[in-house]
């Protein structure tokens, strides 16, 4: 049910994303979905790509701080409400959100959202509960 | 103008008589009360009866900063607590501080080469000296206001901090001398000018500064700003405080107050005397203390003596400007930091990686330290928030370490070089 996510830390100067990016390039690592959290003094890149475990080693490999953490894919109707009803769920579930970022699905009709929670499990349930799809990461990384 | 001119202008003969008397004294007191001295002497074969000139001071042993540490607190002192009416101490350097005791005699010295000092700076009877040396377990602040009732000036103890309190005091109460830290006087002085204030409005006329090392361009800067002498004083705490050495208005180095202490030049990697003119590390003798007497302190500062007569009529040596240290010690805003300190707070922490290195710059004119300290991937975490608590952890308990505001920057892994054998630490800005 998780999605494993790759998330870099990143000086705060230039060069710095392009040196991930192209790293990913040079070895057939494909970007699914980013975002980036900023500071005035560092970053942190986060990606889902098709390939985590490659991309791990390798960024590690190049002495990148990168970490893999858990996420959820959640897909919801790509229309007015569909990711406020996600939302209303969790908050009935007292599920707390440390940060999150969409993307418009290649199923047509379809919004992805990428959820960091506190207590993921947990929110895999109550989402599950609700009828709220929950994408696998075998799928996402191949979407 | 003298403040006492028998002991200053001492010919030479007398003083090095002055001298032996003084240091076969300490010997003894160092060599019968404090077991330190006893065991360092005994494993050179030494004993006090071996001191018969002065040129038998290089059989003693030397003491170091650590010596200190390991009789921590009071294991160094040569008379029994009961004695000791006073106690000073560093602000905490890598483990423990090191502590410093004073008889009455002892602060009678003190209080003495303060004013002797004082008054080598241009300061008299009838000044108002504002003192903005830090109050407390620092000698700098009590050292110098004990010189100055002493003297007979005005002593206005305004301690460190509240700037724009300190220029009105000084303004209002009107100081003719100032005391503090170079880097702070300049500080004051750009802050007068954003108040709106020239140098004409103060009656500000010298200024003796001390506690870190300063250039002759700074010394100029300060002169133009507030338009006075600025002269440089020197001491340490291990020795007795401020008012170990002085410079006078000649401007061609410090006097060091010979008939008080015994001022020695070595190689800092074998110990060897250096003669006259030559530079290396300063080692002192004190020749008076009752507390705390001292054989052979290395100060790690780097300098060299002048033997040569001074215009000034002192007959005191004198000690070359100060050029740097013997070994990686930081001034930072009067604050000593060794980068071995920071170490020890980041191991202690535990969720960086060891490396590190520091960024010393000089933004205006107060001194800016930044750390650099590159995250570990075992336990980088991917929350921004935990980053900043990161931060904020490491940032805190080097404050409480050493006693001064940091900025703390994470890093990413292997951008700190590492150099082969000894690591390249500290980046110093400064041009000082």
Known sequence: MKVKQISVFLENKSGRLNAVTNLLAENGVNIRALSIADTS?????????????????????????VSITEVIGVEMPDEPGGLAKVMKILDNCSINIEYLYAFISST?????????????????????????????GEILYKM | MYWNEKYECLPREELKALQLERLKQTVERCFYNVPHYRKAMQELNVEPDDIQSLSDLSKLPFTVKTDLRDNYPYGMFAVPLSEVVRIHSSSGTTGKPTVVGYTRNDLNTWSELMARSL?????????????????GLFTGGLGVHYGAERLGASVIPISGGNTKRQIMIMKDYGSTVLTCTPSYALFLAEVMREMGYKKEDFRLKCGIFGAEPWSDNMREEIENKLGIMALDIYGLSEIIGPGVAMECPEKQGLHIWEDHFIAEIIDPETGEV??????????????????????????????????????????????????????????????????????????E???????????????GTMDNLEVWVEVSAEKFSDEVKMLENLKRTIRAAIESTLGI??????VEPKTIPRSEGKAKRVIDKRHI
Do not use: W
């Not at chain 1, 919004?111 to 799809?133: H, P, S, T, W, Y």
């Not at chain 2, 008054?119 to 109050?135: L, R």
């Not at chain 2, 002192?284 to 003596?305: F, N, V």
């Not at chain 2, 505001?405 to 994470?410: A, D, F, Q, T």
């Open chain 1, 41 to 65: 003094a560092f970053g942190i890149l986060r990606l889902i790509v098709n390939d985590p475990d490659l991309a791990y080693k390798i960024l590690r490999q190049a002495s990148f701080t």
């Open chain 1, 108 to 136: 047509k009709g379809k919004a992805m959202v990428i959820f960091r929670v506190e207590n993921i499990d947990d929110a895999i349930e109550c989402l599950q509960k609700e009828g709220i799809r929950i994408v696998e």
């Open chain 2, 119 to 135: 008054t080598c700076g241009g300061a008299a009877k009838g000044d108002v000296i504002h003192n903005a040396y830090g109050y």
């Open chain 2, 274 to 347: 250096l003669p006259p003119g030559s530079q290396g590390e300063l080692v002192i003798t004190s020749l008076t203390k009752e507390a705390l007497p001292m054989l052979r302190y290395r100060t790690r500062d780097i300098t060299m003596l002048i033997d040569e007569p001074c215009a000034c009529g002192r007959t005191h040596q004198r000690l070359f400007r100060f050029s740097g240290r013997s070994d990686d010690m930081l001034i930072i805003r009067g604050v000593n930091v060794f980068p071995s300190q920071i170490e020890s707070v980041l191991l």
């Open chain 2, 349 to 363: 922490i535990g969720e960086t990686e060891p490396h590190y290195q520091l960024i010393v710059d000089r933004e």
């Open chain 2, 405 to 410: 505001s940091v900025e703390v920057k994470l």
